[in-house]
């Protein structure tokens, strides 16, 4: 079942469907629609809002502005004692 899955995905056309998605996801919303687009988002990947410079879901215009959000400055500390940096979620 693993090699028919793999083959599968060898045949998904993933360069296109990147590209697709990433135009929709520059396609401006109109502010009724950003809260619960970005909202669900958000919840649906636990982005914690408060860490983001611009806490205001309606003020980003598209969910590609949303996920290149800018953190404020202390919101996620990089250890300097360790050689390698890695996102991690705390749940």
């Known amino acids: 079942m ?3 899955q793999v083959a599968l ?3 998904l ?4 469907c990147s590209r697709a998605l990433g135009a929709v996801c520059d396609i401006d919303l109109p502010p009724w629609l950003r ?11 636990a982005c914690n ?10 003020n980003y ?3 590609g ?3 290149k959000r800018q953190l404020k ?5 990089i250890c300097d004692a360790s050689c390698i940096v890695s996102a991690h979620f705390i749940l």
């Open 49 to 58: 809002v408060t860490e983001a410079v611009e806490e205001e879901i309606v």
């Open 61 to 63: 215009s598209s969910l």
């Open 9 to 11: 995905f060898k045949k």
């Open 73 to 77: 400055p202390d919101a996620r500390r």
């Open 2 to 4: 693993l090699s028919f």
């Open 65 to 67: 502005a949303f996920f």
């Open 13 to 16: 056309p993933t360069r296109a």
């Open 35 to 45: 809260k619960p687009i970005i909202g669900s988002y958000s919840w649906y990947f």
